[in-house]
């Protein structure tokens, strides 16, 4: 069955740089379109960023944009978000998810537009 476990969450100081990593299995990682989402207390669940089957193309949320960057290596079947300049605000349970849709650029940024999501990891960023 197809399986996403994320790891590399934590506790750091606003201004501070972490990086989460997801390792996918079971399923044919270079087939799947990946993204980032997370959710807060209280709050929706809301997009992150994305990245195309090959890594050739990427979308990020206005408020991670220039901070945060998505990567993938298909040959580990992992991909990872570099989180720099960390707010308070990012503080949120943090979901890797996988879509073998081929509508990336529609459906990229829509929870619906994945079939499978990770456990989450915790992200707590103090001010």
């Known amino acids: 069955q197809v399986q996403l476990v994320e790891s590399g969450g934590g506790l750091v100081q606003a201004g501070d740089s972490l990086r989460v990593s997801c390792a996918a299995s079971?399923?044919?990682?270079?087939?799947?379109?990946m993204g980032w989402f997370r959710q807060a207390p209280g709050k929706e669940r809301e997009f992150v960023a994305s990245?195309?089957?090959?890594?050739?193309?990427?979308y990020y949320a206005d408020s991670t944009k220039g901070r945060f960057t998505i990567s993938r290596d298909n040959a580990k079947n992992t991909v990872a978000l570099q989180m720099d300049s960390l707010t308070p605000e990012d503080t949120a349970v943090y979901y890797c998810?996988?879509?073998?849709?081929?509508?990336?650029?529609?459906?990229?940024?829509?929870?619906?537009?994945?079939?499978?999501w990770g456990q989450g990891t915790q992200v707590t960023v103090s001010s």
């Open positions: 079971g399923l044919t990682f270079s087939d799947y379109y």
């Open positions: 990245i195309s089957w090959s890594g050739s193309k990427t």
């Open positions: 998810a996988a879509s073998r849709s081929l509508a990336y650029d529609l459906m990229h940024d829509l929870t619906s537009g994945y079939h499978y």
